[in-house]
């Protein structure tokens, strides 16, 4: 399969012409800001970034639109810290504008995103962004106030979570070092734009960190694929994954290659389309209370192996499609064609972490620097059981409730930590 054409396909399918993407296309911001007004909040990193930014504003002003305030707002802290949001959410308020262009990776475009929606509601139901965390309640309150939200629009520029894609947002406390999710399609932005050679400006470890993220949300979404999604997930899967087993090392040897820049940047735009198929599960859920340690995609990749032998009853389809891609790419040894049940979970998860390895990921928890067991298992435990991330525990291929929490996820943390297989329990 020529996994760039199809992803190309895939993608456009999808998104139809609310997505310009690809090499090249990052002059088309303005044209595109400027069918929803003369004003714009143009929200960015203005240090590493800078040149990103500039060109946006450029555009901008080629097109007629107005930076209100007269500059660029500074985005948002890695995780999108609540703080950030509230910050956003007073421009928003103060200077009106027609739409909100993000330029940033999944942090800022999230926190963008729960700004406008904040500042849209915050007078009527709440100012706390507590209050939208969960799935569906934004569009509630939309309904139920007839207030609208300030048009985002989404100007990627780190192959990693496909927050310009989808109706998630991660909003970080950062005292209690822990993640919560808006889940909601009222949020989604109006339009995206993903110029590809963008991420070449991006530093390799974040690249890496969005490679690992496609893997978790392709992987994650197809494992607990029912019915009618089972088959699109399925397609998704082994483009995204094909993209990255394929191309992830070619940018580690030339960090300035562009196709595999683009192979990577449609890899993780195909994990923003599995999240809207379908849900993330363990993996995402245990990342949650990682935040103040390690990216978002590493976290969701180290979990993933491990989570893997808890599904492996439930998911032996997947794991047979998923391990011919790390078996064709030298990373299983075994024939996985005659394995079945744990065993072959065992080795499709051995492979995994082979491939992991073989990029400079971490593939325990130990191996994260500022890891505490004392802290993060815990702190993990209790995440799983907090009403507000429920949904994650209920796409389990597996399922879980708070209840079996203690018991059998536990097992799967402490394998994370040990690097130990055996450690975990099945239901």
Same mark, same amino acid.
């Given at each position: 399969?020529?996994?760039?054409?199809?992803?190309?396909?895939?993608?456009?399918?999808?998104?139809?012409?609310?997505?310009?993407f690809?090499?090249?296309? &990052?002059?088309?911001?303005?044209?595109?800001?400027?069918g929803?007004?003369k004003k714009?909040l143009?929200v960015?990193?203005t240090?590493?970034?800078?040149?990103v930014?500039?060109?946006? @504003?450029?555009?901008? @002003?080629?097109?007629?639109v107005?930076?209100v305030?007269?500059?660029?707002?500074?985005?948002a802290k890695?995780n999108a810290p609540r703080?950030? /949001?509230?910050?956003l959410?007073?421009?928003?308020?103060?200077f009106?504008p027609?739409?909100i262009? @993000?330029v940033?990776?999944?942090s800022t475009?999230?926190?963008c995103?729960a700004?406008s929606?904040?500042a849209?509601l915050?007078?009527?139901?709440?100012?706390?962004?507590?209050?939208?965390f969960?799935?569906?309640?934004?569009?509630?309150?939309?309904k139920?106030t007839?207030?609208?939200?300030?048009p985002v629009v989404?100007?990627?520029?780190?192959a990693?979570?496909?927050?310009?894609?989808?109706?998630?947002?991660?909003?970080t406390d950062?005292?209690?070092?822990q993640?919560?999710?808006?889940?909601?399609?009222?949020?989604?932005p109006?339009?995206?734009?993903?110029?590809?050679?963008?991420?070449c400006?991006?530093p390799?470890?974040v690249?890496?960190?969005?490679?690992l993220?496609?893997?978790?949300?392709t992987?994650e979404?197809?494992c607990?694929a029912?019915g009618d999604?089972?088959?699109?997930?399925?397609?998704i899967?082994?483009?995204a994954?094909g993209?990255v087993?394929?191309y992830?090392?070619d940018?580690?040897?030339?960090?300035?290659d562009?196709? @595999?820049r683009e192979?990577i940047g449609?890899?993780?735009?195909?994990g923003?389309?599995?999240?809207m198929?379908?849900g993330?599960?363990?993996p995402?859920l245990?990342?949650?209370?990682?935040v103040?340690i390690?990216?978002?995609?590493?976290a969701?990749? &180290?979990m993933?192996?491990?989570?893997?032998?808890?599904?492996?009853?439930?998911?032996?389809n997947?794991?047979?499609? /998923?391990?011919k891609i790390?078996?064709?790419?030298?990373y299983?040894?075994?024939?996985?064609s005659?394995?079945?049940?744990r065993?072959?979970a065992l080795? /499709?998860?051995?492979g995994?972490?082979?491939f992991e390895k073989?990029i400079?990921?971490?593939?325990?928890?130990?191996?994260i620097?500022?890891?505490?067991?004392?802290?993060?298992v815990?702190r993990?435990?209790?995440?799983?059981k907090?009403?507000?991330?429920k949904m994650?525990?209920?796409?389990?291929p597996?399922a879980?409730t708070?209840?079996?929490?203690?018991e059998?996820m536990?097992p799967?943390?402490?394998?994370?930590?040990?690097?130990d297989?055996?450690?975990?329990?099945?239901?």
């Amino acid at each position: 399969m020529d996994y760039i054409a199809r992803s190309y396909e895939l993608l456009k399918e999808w998104k139809k012409d609310a997505y310009t993407f690809g090499v090249g296309c &990052l002059d088309k911001v303005g044209g595109i800001a400027a069918g929803y007004g003369k004003k714009a909040l143009l929200v960015s990193n203005t240090t590493y970034m800078k040149a990103v930014a500039d060109e946006v @504003a450029a555009s901008l @002003a080629a097109a007629g639109v107005e930076l209100v305030g007269g500059k660029i707002a500074p985005d948002a802290k890695p995780n999108a810290p609540r703080e950030d /949001v509230y910050r956003l959410t007073t421009y928003v308020l103060q200077f009106k504008p027609d739409c909100i262009v @993000a330029v940033g990776g999944g942090s800022t475009i999230d926190a963008c995103k729960a700004a406008s929606m904040l500042a849209s509601l915050g007078s009527v139901v709440s100012p706390e962004v507590d209050e939208y965390f969960g799935t569906g309640k934004v569009t509630e309150y939309i309904k139920a106030t007839g207030k609208k939200m300030t048009p985002v629009v989404a100007v990627e520029t780190s192959a990693s979570s496909g927050a310009h894609l989808t109706k998630y947002s991660n909003i970080t406390d950062p005292v209690a070092g822990q993640k919560k999710l808006i889940v909601d399609p009222a949020i989604i932005p109006e339009h995206s734009i993903f110029d590809y050679k963008v991420t070449c400006s991006m530093p390799l470890s974040v690249t890496i960190d969005g490679a690992l993220d496609a893997i978790a949300h392709t992987f994650e979404v197809f494992c607990g694929a029912k019915g009618d999604a089972y088959d699109k997930a399925k397609e998704i899967a082994e483009c995204a994954i094909g993209l990255v087993t394929t191309y992830a090392k070619d940018i580690i040897k030339n960090p300035g290659d562009i196709k @595999a820049r683009e192979a990577i940047g449609l890899a993780t735009d195909l994990g923003g389309y599995a999240i809207m198929v379908g849900g993330t599960s363990g993996p995402h859920l245990t990342s949650f209370s990682l935040v103040d340690i390690v990216g978002h995609g590493t976290a969701c990749g &180290l979990m993933n192996p491990y989570y893997m032998v808890f599904y492996s009853k439930a998911i032996q389809n997947q794991l047979k499609v /998923v391990g011919k891609i790390f078996k064709d790419h030298g990373y299983i040894k075994e024939d996985i064609s005659k394995l079945e049940g744990r065993a072959l979970a065992l080795a /499709v998860a051995s492979g995994m972490i082979a491939f992991e390895k073989s990029i400079g990921a971490p593939t325990t928890l130990s191996d994260i620097k500022g890891f505490k067991k004392e802290v993060h298992v815990p702190r993990a435990l209790k995440a799983a059981k907090d009403p507000d991330l429920k949904m994650k525990l209920q796409n389990m291929p597996v399922a879980m409730t708070a209840d079996d929490v203690d018991e059998f996820m536990a097992p799967i943390l402490e394998a994370a930590v040990t690097g130990d297989l055996s450690l975990i329990k099945e239901m």
